[in-house]
């Protein structure tokens, strides 16, 4: 019995375990998209907020133990032939997205179910994705209108009743 054991097995050895979350998560920051398996997407998710949250921080020792916890993988594009180095992973991870989620208290990943199979053995897909920019400002400019919109639904009602009270009060002398 597995009980009080965090994680997922994944039917893989705790070596291979460690070295699939580290590759599927240098894959997300360099790709900021992967498509995987439900099970291998929820159990990457913590590890990549975890990075994500380290990048916040921006110090130096975040950045060692961003190291140690991922390895710096180089970023190679191939254009024409040849294989061009581009930057590493710990590079894109606290120069592009650490500054992205500075004003975001979490929830930087999220995931989403496909209809696709995968081809070899017909499991689910599922996309695991980075938030944008674009993302996290819709949904702060959706959430303040709401508000301001009740805080200014609440005072009209607030008015309306003192004005009501005041006519009585004013009905109420006039009639004595």
């Known amino acids: 019995m597995r009980h009080r ?3 997922r097995q994944l039917s893989r050895t705790s070596e291979h375990r460690l070295a699939m979350r580290r ?19 929820k159990e990457v ?3 990549a907020e975890k990075l994500v949250t380290l990048a916040k921080k ?10 140690a916890l991922l390895g710096n993988r180089d970023i190679v594009a191939y254009e024409d032939g040849k294989a061009v180095r581009k930057g590493t992973i710990i590079g894109k991870l606290f120069s592009e997205l650490g500054p992205r989620y500075l ?6 990943t999220r995931i ?3 209809s696709l199979r995968r081809l070899g053995d017909n499991s689910r897909l599922v996309l695991l994705q980075l938030l944008g920019q674009d993302e996290s400002s819709k949904k702060e400019t959706k959430t303040t209108t709401k508000k301001a919109s009740r805080k200014k639904a609440k005072k009209t009602v607030e008015v309306e009743e003192t004005a009501e009270a005041k006519t009585e009060a004013d009905k109420a002398g006039k009639q004595q």
């Open 5 to 7: 054991i965090a994680g």
């Open 23 to 41: 590759n599927l998560v240098a894959s997300l920051i360099q790709h900021e998209t992967i498509s995987t398996t439900p099970e291998k997407a």
């Open 45 to 47: 998710k913590a590890f």
């Open 58 to 67: 921006g110090t130096l020792s975040a950045r060692r133990r961003a190291i």
């Open 103 to 108: 004003d975001r208290p979490g929830g930087y």
């Open 112 to 114: 989403i179910r496909l």
